[in-house]
Every structure is written in structure tokens, then in C-alpha cells.
């Protein structure tokens, strides 16, 4: 499942914009859902709010997750794993 997000900011006197701020990530991180234990780390820890919980699974929105690994990093079970982004 793949979550849309806007991102809005204001820019000036352009008035208001959507800025998808995962852009310029190199690493996304992929949760294995059979593998987490729905502790709610990687969703406390995000410094994005790119994580929100959906019917009692956690789900990553890769709009404006910028690849840090602070939810991979923080998983007691290594249940993200970093990989490599594709070319856009």
C-alpha cells in the first residue's frame, strides 16, 4: 500500500505550493510487515510524520520521507530494511 500525501508550504508571494520533499532521497526503507511487531518506533521516531498506522499495520509515505533509516535504525526486530531507490 502506497500512501499520497501533500505537503503544502507557502513560497513567497507564489501563494501555496505541494512539495513532495522525497524527491532527493538515495535510500527508502521498506517495512516487512510479517516482521514487525507493531511497536510504533519507526512511526514515534520518523522526524517527517512519514509513517502512519492503518488498520493496526504501520505504512510508509514515500512523498516526503527523505531515506535518514532513523525508522530502520530504531526497529527492535529489523523489520525495515534500507535499499537503494530507483532512478526516477
Given at each position: 500500500?502506497?500512501?499520497?500525501?501533500?505537503?503544502?508550504?507557502?513560497?513567497?508571494?507564489?501563494?501555496?505550493?505541494?512539495?513532495?520533499?522525497?524527491?532527493?532521497?538515495?535510500k527508502r526503507p521498506v517495512l516487512d510487515q510479517a516482521a514487525c511487531?507493531?511497536?510504533?518506533?519507526?512511526?514515534?521516531?520518523?522526524?517527517?510524520?512519514?509513517?502512519?498506522?492503518?488498520?493496526?499495520?504501520?505504512?510508509?509515505?514515500?512523498?516526503?520521507?527523505?531515506?535518514?533509516?532513523i525508522c530502520a535504525h530504531e526497529c527492535p526486530k529489523n523489520a525495515?530494511?534500507?535499499?537503494?531507490?530507483?532512478?526516477?
Amino acid at each position: 500500500m502506497e500512501l499520497k500525501s501533500n505537503y503544502i508550504v507557502s513560497v513567497g508571494g507564489d501563494g501555496m505550493h505541494v512539495v513532495n520533499t522525497g524527491d532527493w532521497r538515495t535510500k527508502r526503507p521498506v517495512l516487512d510487515q510479517a516482521a514487525c511487531m507493531k511497536c510504533g518506533s519507526c512511526l514515534l521516531y520518523c522526524p517527517v510524520n512519514s509513517i502512519r498506522k492503518i488498520d493496526g499495520n504501520f505504512h510508509i509515505s514515500y512523498d516526503y520521507c527523505k531515506g535518514c533509516g532513523i525508522c530502520a535504525h530504531e526497529c527492535p526486530k529489523n523489520a525495515i530494511a534500507m535499499i537503494p531507490e530507483e532512478e526516477k
